[in-house]
């Protein structure tokens, strides 16, 4: 009985504190809630438009309002790991997972209590030609967020034993990657159409060899070149634009012309050569089998900065592809091309899918496959043949509005993630100076015709192959064979 009556006291004592907290709390539901704006209807509201600013020293801030109590804002540069220097391969890698372990005004100590008290996420990416940081915040915590990513890569500690974990986690990372048959054969892939040890050819992914000789001297060397107003894009989605500007001049106005001896490092060889490249990756000590042949055959593409670009995304599109088990049961793209025509028919198929890798002025366009090594021949040929069937057969009208209307949707859908709409505005103004309306994109992929399709697949299959192959045969006479059945298909380069 007493311990009943111990804890009833404890209880009501408990009650007594949440409700007088509660009544010290309370706002009248007549007055508004401190630091929320003011709700208005939706047609009060100005329709969101991607507005852009340059600073006098030349980096520019692009936003879009959303509305929300969430923002996100990003730094993009052109400073990706293309640039690096022949003998500091994988600096951009070891900077991703340096980028936010501290830096003067943000000790390595005060990140995660700084993260989780402004309810920020914060990623960095490198990729071949862009170096993306990005942090996710409630929209009070905006100037944070900025005040972070600019201080993180312009002031970071880079302290000694934040160099011997990066160094570590490249190394898990890359034990990861070569698990990975279809990351591998992406990086197998560019080294067949640039050239091994070219800047587009050489692995995006560091190995934990490269980084041993990279010191913090090279790091900071590289920041300093690199992150230079007028190489730089701040975007932001869910924010005000003119406090944006305003943050951005606080925290980025400062920085000027580079210093002698520290320009930017040049734009570097971009030339496309084609040829092939056989690996023989192995499964992992507890991978489940069974062994795999991959196969990519690809061609040379446009860039961002041609308008064909476009037809090029809905022809992607229209292939489609992906593996023989769908997660998601019917209607995950098994209408596409090359469903019904490959996976649905050829049951030896375990994965064939249609890509396009896209830069400011080149790309790749190809098609990947997968089967056991006892089909790898005939993986080949279905992959020679839907890519020669591209010339030879004019998609028809359900199948045109089909691809067009799945990626009209997919474009829609994507953008209605903060995340994803600020790497899209920070990505085309840093390529294109400007970012093109949704309803104009919209109405240019409604604009692609059939010989559309055709004309991008003849201008793109006329030039020499790229083909990376994985636990396949490459004989001495493939390249060459499948180079001059396209060059006699097309009218195009043979070897």
Known sequence: MAMQMRAVARSAQGVRSISSSASRAATPITEPWPGIPELKPFDMLEPPTTRITTLPNGLRVASEEKYGQAGCVALMLD??????????????????????????????????????????????????????????????????????????????????????????????????????PSQVISEVLHEAAYGA???????????????????????????????????????????????????????????????????????????????????????????????MSHMSVAFPTIGWKDKRVIAMCVMDTLLGGGSSFSAGGPGKG??????????????????????????????????????????????????????????????????????RNQLRSTVLMNLESRAILCEDIGRQVL????????????????????QDLQDVAQSILSQKPSIALLNGVADDRLYDDIADAFARKTGGMST
Request: hydrophobic content about 40%; proline content about 6%.
């Open 79 to 180: 400073a990706g790991c293309m640039y690096e220097p022949a003998d500091k391969r994988g600096i951009g890698h070891m900077l991703d997972t340096l980028v936010f372990s501290g830096s003067e005004r943000f000790p390595a100590d005060q990140i995660v209590p700084l993260i989780q008290k402004h309810g920020l996420s914060a990623l960095s990416l490198t990729s071949r030609d862009v170096m993306m940081s990005r942090v996710d915040a409630f929209r009070g915590s905006i100037p944070t967020a900025v005040a972070m990513l600019a201080d993180n890569l312009l002031q970071p500690t880079l302290a000694a034993e934040d160099l011997a974990r990066a160094r570590a986690t490249i190394g898990f990372q890359d034990e990861d990657f070569r698990a990975d």
């Open 197 to 291: 040890h070219t800047p587009l050819g050489t692995s995006q992914f560091a190995t934990l060899e490269n980084v041993q000789g990279i010191t913090e001297d090279d790091l900071r060397d590289y920041l300093r070149r690199m992150v230079r107003p007028e190489r730089a894009v701040l975007a932001g989605a869910g924010v005000d634009h003119d406090e944006l500007v305003a943050i951005a001049e606080a925290e980025f106005g400062h920085l000027g012309p580079a210093a002698p001896g520290e320009e930017p490092y040049p734009a570097p060889d971009q030339t496309y050569k084609g040829g092939i490249v056989s690996r023989s990756v192995p499964l992992a000590e507890g991978q489940p089998g069974p062994l």
């Open 334 to 403: 098994m209408y596409t091309r090359l469903y019904r025509e490959v996976l649905n028919r050829h049951g030896w198929v375990d994965q064939m899918n249609a890509f396009s890798i896209t830069g400011d002025n080149q790309g790749l366009f190809g098609l990947y496959g997968a089967t056991t090594p006892d089909y790898a021949g005939s993986l080949c040929h279905l992959i020679l043949e839907q890519q020669m069937m591209l010339l030879d057969r004019k998609a028809d009208a359900t199948e045109l509005d089909r691809a």
């Open 431 to 450: 390529t294109l100076g400007e970012r093109m309306d949704v309803d104009e994109l919209c109405d240019r992929i409604s604009a692609v015709s059939s």
